[in-house]
C-alpha cells in the first residue's frame, strides 16, 4: 500500500459530447515503470493531463499515497509530486537550462546554487547537460534533459513522460532509458506514454492498456508477449460491411523508390520508403499518427522536400516522369492529375473565410489569362458539389469555417475529385465524421477507385482500413514495416507492424 | 468544500468570446455609432477644461472644415495622402503582413520625385514630362522601400514590423540630411527652395488634381482585392499560408509584390504631396499619415470605399481643430486630445463587437452560453480539435 504513489479510481473526462476517459482505474507504484500503451486517441496523454494538473476529471477520484486528492493546477500537481514532462517542450529558447528550470519557482535567484543542484541531479542520475547552456544551442534530446531535470528539480516522485522517445535516436533512447532506470533504482514512479512495443518490452515493469478511452487491463511485462498486447490495443475486429468492389487490370500509376525525407531539425520522417500505388486500388496507409504519413503524402503532391528518392508517375502510355524536385505548379503543368485531401482541412486545404466559390477556386485560379480571375466555372462546380454531395450551407458564398466538420469535408472532397484526378491523396478522409458522412466519403473514395484512380487512404480506424483498402501499407517511425493484402491481413498482424520498426519482429 | 471555494473565485466581471452566430451586423453598426457619441461626450471634458462651451466647439470644428469653399479644400488637401497611405496598407493587411512603413515609402517617393523637379525643374522639359517623369520615379523608389521588407520577410522570416518601422527612420533620416545638405538653399536655412512651377499639379475645382489619382487608385484596389487573381492569392495568403502553398502559389513571391504594390502607393502619395501641396521637400513631407493610415485601413475593414469615409473624418477633426484654435483659442493640443479620443473608441468598440462582458450575477445567461459551447465543441470535435482553433483566431482577420 505505501509502495503505491498514485491510484486513480473510475475516472471520466468528457470534452462535450466525446468522451476521452470513462471508468480508467490505475496504480502508479515507486520504483517502478509503467508504461501506458495505446493508439492514438486512446485517451492516453488526457489521463495524464488529469494527473498534472491541465485537465480536469468529469468523475472519479484520484488518492496520492492514501489520500484523497483534488489537482487543479499544475502547481497542485507539483504539490503532490507529479511532475509531466510533455511531447512538446515548454523552453524559453534564450535562457540557460538552469535559467529555464527555475523559471516559475517562488525562491531565491542564485543562480550559481541552482547550478551546482542541476549538476547534483545530472550526476545522480546520468544526465549529460551543462546548465549554463543556452537553450537554442541544445539538441532535442538535450532539451528533452532539461524538461527532466525541471521536474526532478521541483522534488516530484512521480514522473510523467508523453511520448518522449518519439523524437530521440535510438541511441539516444538508450540513454534515456537508462537514466529512467536510474530513477526506478531511487524508487520514483515512473509513467511512460508510448505506443512502441519493443520500448515497452524494453523498460516497463507493468504495462497499462487503453483502448478508445476506457481502461482494458494492466499486465506485467514479463508476464506477457507483444502478441498479447497488441491484441488489447486493437481489439477485436468489427465488421462494417464496407464494400471493396473488385478492380479488374490494375496498372501501377505511382512508383515510390527509397524515399527519404528529413525535417527541419534534421529528423528523418521518411526512411527509404518503397512502394506502388495501382489504378483501380485503394492502398491503405495505416501507423500511428506522426509515423511519416503526413509527409508521405505532401511529397509526392511536391509540398515537401525530398532529401533522396524518386517518385514516377506513370502514364497511360507507359512513359514515366519524376515527380521529386517539382512543385505542385509545376507538377500539374506537366499533365499529372493529383487531388490532395490534407489532414488539415481549414488549415491547408481550404480557405476557412471564404465560401465554397473561392474554395473551389483553389484549384483552378491561375486558369486563364489576364489578370482577373475566372469565377464562372467554380462557382458552376460549387453549385455541382453543392448538390450532390448534399452540403448543408445556406449558399455557396457561405464561409467554410462556419460550416460543420463533415460538410467542410465534403466540400474539399468534392473538389479534389472533382477532375477525377488519376491520383487521390486522402489523409484521415473521415477524420471527425458521423457514420453517414463517413460511409458518403467512402463510396466517393471507391467510386474513384472504380474509376481508375490510384486512391492512397491514410487512416486511423484499422476497421476501416481493412474492409475498404485493397492493400494495406504499414508505416512504422518513418519507415515501411509491410505491405498487406486487405482482404487477408488481421487486425493483429497491423496492429504488431505498426509498433514495430522496420517489420521485424519486436 | 473545494467546490464551494471554486464557485466564490468566479470573477466579478469576465469577458467571453462571442461566437460567430451571435455577430448581428446591426448591433455591431449600433455599437460603432455609440462608441463615436461616447468620444464626443468624453472628448467634451478637456474642452470644458479649456472654458469652451464643447457643443460650440464641436460646431466650430464642423463649420472650420467644411464651412465654406476655403475650409473644404483645405480638409481634401489634408484627406488626400491619407487615403492614398491607407489603400496601399490595404493589401498587405489582407495577407496579414503588418507594414507599417507607409511613412518611409511616402518619403521615399517624395524624395525620388524631388530629385526629379530640382534636376530637370528648370529645363526645357514640358511640364507633363516633368511630372510623369516624377510620378514614375515616386512608385519606383516607393515600390523599392517596400520591396527590401518584403524581401527579408519572404527569404529569411525577418519580422516585418520592426523592418517597415526602421526603413521609415532611414527614409525620414535620408531627406533631412539633403534638407541640410545637397538640396539646402541658403546656407543654413534647412530649407530646400521652392521647386519650378512647370513641376506644380495643376488644380481642378479648386484643389490639385491629386484628388482624382487618389479616387482613380479606390476604384483600381476595389476591383484588384475582389476581382484579380493578385487580389485572390493575397486573400488566400492572409487566411493560411499553408493553403496558399497547397494551393500552388508562391508566397515569397508573391508577398514580395504586394509589399511593391503598396510601396509604389505609398510612393505615389508622396509625389502629391510634393507635387500638388508642399512644392519642396522637408523631413516632415509624410506628416503622420503613414500611421494614421493603419487606423484608416483597420476601421475600414480593408475596404476601399469605405476608407474614404474614415480619412475623411479624420481630415475633418483636423482640419476643424485647426480652425478651433485659431477662433477660440483652444490650444492645438487640446484638438488633439480629442481626435485621439476617438479614435481610441472607434478602434476599442471592435473589441465589444466581438466580445461581451459578463457580470457574476448573470447566471441564467451563463447557463444559456455554455450549453452553446457545447453545442460549439460537438461541432469542433466533428472537425478535429486542429482545426477549430485556427477557426477562432483567424476571426481577427475579418
Redesign the interface.
Known sequence: MQNCAIELKNIRKT????VANDGINLQINRGEILCLLGENGSGKTTLMNMLSGIYQPDGGEIYADGRKV?I?SPHDAFKNGIGMIHQHYHLVDVFTAAQNIILGLDEAMDIGRVNTRVKEICDRYGFGIDPKMKVYDMSVSQKQTVEIVKVLYRGSEILILDEPTAVLTPQETDKLFAVLRNMRRDNKAIVLITHKLAEVMAVSDKVAILRKGRYIATVNTKETSPGELTDMMVGRAVTLNLDRPKYDNPEDKLVVEGLTVVDREGIKKLNNVSFTARTGEILGVAGIAGSGQKELLESISG?YPVKSGSIKFVNTDKTTVELVGK???QI?EIGVGMG?V?E???????????GMT?NM???S??EGRG???NRKKPQDLADRVWKKLDVVTPSTEFPV??M???N?QKVLVGREIASHPPVLLTA?AV????INTSYAIYNLLNDQKMGGSAVMYVGEELDVLMELCDRILVLCDGQVSGIVDGRTATKEEIGLLMTTVGGKEA | M?DKA?KNKTPFIRLSKKS??MLDPRKAVAIRISSVVVALILGSIPILLTGVNPVKAYGIIVQGSLGNKIYLQQTIKKMIPLLCCALAIGPCFKMRFWNIGAEGQLTAGAIACSAIAIWFGKSSMPSILILSLMFIFAIVAGGIWGFIPGYFKAKYNTNETLFTLMMNYIAIGIAKWLQGGPWEGRKGTQIIPIFDRKTFLPNVLGVHCGWIIVLLIVIIMHYYMT????G??V??IG??E??A????M?VGWIMMRTMFLSGAICGIAGFVVVAGANHTLNDVVADGNGFTAITVSWLSQLNSYVMILISALLAIISKGSKTLNQRVGVPASVAEIVSGILLFCMLGCEFFINYEIKFRWSRDKDAKKSAST?E?????????N??SI??NT?KE??
Open positions: 470534452f462535450g459530447p466525446v483534488t487543479r509540398l512543385t505542385p505548379t500539374k490532395f490534407p488539415d482541412r481549414l488549415g491547408m486545404g481550404l480557405v476557412g473565410s471564404m473561392d477556386m483553389l484549384r485560379w491561375r489578370l482577373f480571375f469555417r462556419r460543420s466538420g463533415g467542410i484521415y477524420r471527425g465524421l458521423d | 473545494s471554486k460567430e452566430s476581382r484579380t487573381k493578385h485572390f492569392e486573400a488566400v487566411d493560411s499553408n493553403t502553398r497547397y494551393a500552388g508562391n457545447a460549439q465543441a460537438k461541432n469542433g470535435s466533428t472537425d478535429g486542429r482545426s485556427p477557426a483567424s482577420a475579418e
